[in-house]
């Protein structure tokens, strides 16, 4: 009995002390004040909208760019990694003697990781869709191959190689493979300029169509300015007031925007790499790698996404500040 | 503590709105500004709020010459002004507890420092529960009430209320100019802009009559 009337007392007090805890939490709301900037209207939801789209192209611009940079110096740097020495057939040329005689002179210089002589077996399988199966090396005059393999940062004096490997094996020919990677340089830098330039003019569009969109959104908030200034407010509260209204609505769109941009890139990425063996995943590698855009390219959706929330709250700064001094005059 | 001497003013390259306007208000006085409709009482009230510049004459606001405040100074010496605009502008998003405080919030106070001087003074205007109302549910009267304890939450040195009892009925008009009196006993200056004569003789006031972009004054 007496244990029946102290746990209904307990429960009581827990009743209570529920009560008293909601109590707490509704005065706690009821304090809880309105933001002075109002929340956002049709023009700052179609604001927000309109970021998130210009971040999410501006990114994968951004994105593409960075690919096309990417794999421009992957192929840049495969095709510089090697150059061949190729000794045609002579009149009483001991072609494995040359061959040897070759591979020694260039192993020699600095910069050079290793030269590897095509065999018979190799040459002949590289000249089988044109001569057909079962060909007869011996048979032909087939120039050879020592494939040299070079470390990129170190590259080995091409020139002198060359002027000693004619004074030794006056049927080689070097090939540094320099009117390749030239042109492969050209095109680089070409595509990679012409990408910049797209991305220069997404950009400034994207900055373009987020002030006129801000100061769209800023312009319904023309009495709520006008309401603070008159009841004291000085012009950097005001400001600052909305520059923080701004500049999370923003990071709101912009952040979406970007994300969505790198949604599609792991995506792509993981297409890729899951296509690895089938003729359309490796044509697309061939043409753009393997989709990643790497640190820097995840680094630049950051920035851009910064970039832009910045330019929101940035211009709303403004349009604050030039409202207040036309409504002073 | 605020004297107007010669003063025009004119929007652009149009006429003078007002002409050689020339007036002294005291402190703890209380006077109508009329007139007929478009005679210039609210550009009057605009110069007084220094929300317009005048473009001759001198306007002397608690004893600084008006063509030299600064834009820094201009919200320090407005918070001694209360304004009760004719279209109320209150904001909507705000309900009537947070616009009445709004002129203190703006000055960065705390809101448990001055939470019970807004109940107070909502209490006092017959808002007391209406706090947690927002504008757009509030009657004109309501409105009206808001407005002016808005304007009265900072104490001004001197309150100006553009038709104040414009949209409401006349025994509300009588119960607000009630209120502005006693605003007026406990040491505000009052200036009321109205074309209402009736409401002007409830009272035995100073009497600003603009005509024709000119002021004439009975005392």
């Known amino acids: 009995m007496i244990r029946s009337i102290a746990a209904r007392d307990q429960v009581i007090r827990l009743v209570e002390w529920v009560g008293a805890m909601k109590q707490q939490g509704t005065a706690r709301k009821a304090r809880r004040q309105n933001p002075i900037v109002p929340a956002d209207n049709i023009a700052g939801r179609a604001m927000v909208l309109v970021i998130a789209i210009m971040t999410f192209l501006s990114c994968l611009t951004l994105g593409a760019v960075t690919l096309v940079r990417d794999t421009a110096a992957t192929w840049q740097t495969q095709i510089a990694r090697e150059a061949t020495v190729q000794i045609k057939p002579a009149e009483g040329l001991d072609m494995e003697a040359a061959l040897a005689d070759a591979q020694r002179i260039v192993t020699r210089y600095r910069g050079v990781q290793s030269a590897t002589i095509v065999d018979r077996q190799a040459t002949a399988r590289l000249l089988e869709p044109w001569l057909g199966p079962g060909l007869d090396i ?4 087939v120039p050879r191959l020592i494939i040299v393999t070079i470390d990129p940062a170190e590259r080995p004096d091409f020139a002198a190689m060359r002027a000693e490997l004619q004074q030794a094996v006056p049927s080689a020919v070097l090939d540094d493979h320099r009117t390749w990677v030239d042109r492969l340089v050209a095109m680089a830098t070409t595509t990679v300029t012409i990408g910049i330039g797209v991305l220069a003019l997404m950009l400034s569009a994207t900055a373009l169509t987020v002030i006129f969109a801000t100061r769209g959104a800023m312009a319904g908030n023309g009495h709520v300015i006008e309401v603070l200034h008159f009841v004291g407010a000085e012009a950097n509260f005001i400001a600052r007031e909305f520059r923080r209204h701004f500049l999370l609505a923003g990071m709101r769109g912009a952040a979406a925007g970007g994300l969505a941009a790198v949604i599609v890139f792991v995506v792509f990425s993981w297409w890729s790499s899951h296509n690895v063996a089938t003729p359309e995943g490796d044509q697309a590698a061939a043409l753009f790698g393997n989709f990643s855009i790497g640190m820097s390219g995840y680094l630049g959706v950051g920035l851009v996404v910064i970039l832009i929330a910045a330019l929101t709250a940035a211009t709303s700064h403004i349009t604050v500040i030039s409202y207040l001094r036309h409504i002073e005059t | 503590m605020i004297r107007f001497e010669n003063v025009g003013l004119r929007y652009g390259m149009g006429p003078e709105v007002l002409r050689d306007v020339s007036f002294f208000l005291q402190e703890r006085s209380f006077q109508f500004l009329s007139g007929p409709s478009g005679t ?6 605009r110069l007084l709020f220094m929300s317009l510049k005048p473009t001759r004459g001198l306007i002397t606001i608690f004893g600084k010459d008006r063509s030299r405040i600064t834009r820094e100074e201009l919200p320090l010496i407005r918070r001694r002004i209360g304004v009760v605009f004719q279209d ?3 904001l909507d998003h705000l309900n009537t ?4 405080a709004l002129p203190l919030r703006v000055r960065g106070r705390e809101e448990a420092s001055y939470r019970s001087d807004v109940i107070e003074l909502l209490k006092w205007v017959g808002l007391g529960d209406r706090m947690h ?10 409105k009206q009430r808001a407005a002016i304890a808005r304007a009265l939450i900072e104490q001004p040195q001197i309150l100006l209320a553009d038709e104040p009892t414009g949209n409401v009925d006349p025994q509300l008009a009588r119960r607000l100019l009630r209120l502005l009196i006693e605003l007026n006993r406990l040491g505000t200056a009052v200036v009321i802009a109205t074309h209402d004569i009736g409401l002007m003789e409830q009272v035995d006031a100073r009497r600003m009559i603009l005509s024709g972009g000119r002021l004439e004054i009975y005392d």
Do not use: A, M, Q
């Open chain 1, 138 to 141: 011996e048979e032909l005059p």
């Open chain 2, 40 to 45: 210039g009482k609210t550009t009057l009230l």
């Open chain 2, 88 to 90: 109320f502008r209150l």
């Open chain 2, 97 to 100: 507890y947070e616009n009445v």
């Open chain 2, 133 to 142: 109302v927002f504008p757009p549910v509030l009657s004109g009267g309501e």
